[in-house]
């Protein structure tokens, strides 16, 4: 399974904003996916995840009501939607796959997904 994050750009607060991620693989319709970020010199944060069917997705706490996750199965994407965005949400954003949903603990770990992409770079000036 190979991800690609595409999307990335530089945007005023308040603005919005969709990253992309691009799975390739014949196993896609079967990988539950979810998004991370990372600033320099911090710890890579979970922001959201979906299941592999999209009826079950997770928020962290601080995106909750601002970012939506959804995915289509036919063009093997998934995407989120960024609104209101914040310059605390500048970072790199990065996609990953794990074959089986579970429980927000499991699905905002990183240690838990087997397959990750490149990150894309999403900038947000006040």
């Known amino acids: 399974v190979q991800l690609q994050a595409s999307g990335g750009g530089l945007v005023q607060a308040g603005g919005s904003l969709r990253v992309s991620c691009a799975v390739s693989?014949?196993?896609?319709?079967?990988?539950?996916v979810g998004w991370f970020r990372q600033a320099p010199g911090k710890e890579r944060e979970f922001v959201a995840a979906i299941s592999w069917s999209g009826s079950m997705t997770y928020y962290a706490d601080s995106v909750k009501g601002r970012f939506t996750i959804s995915r289509d199965n036919a063009k093997s994407t998934v995407n989120l939607q960024m609104n209101n965005l914040k310059p605390e949400d500048t970072d790199v954003y990065y996609c990953?796959?794990?074959?089986?949903?579970?429980?927000?603990?499991?699905?905002?770990?990183?240690?838990?997904?087997?397959?990750w992409g490149q990150g894309t770079q999403v900038t947000v000036s006040s």
């Open positions: 990953a796959a794990r074959p089986r949903w579970d429980t927000y603990r499991t699905m905002s770990a990183i240690d838990a997904y087997d397959y």
């Open positions: 693989g014949r196993t896609f319709r079967m990988n539950s």
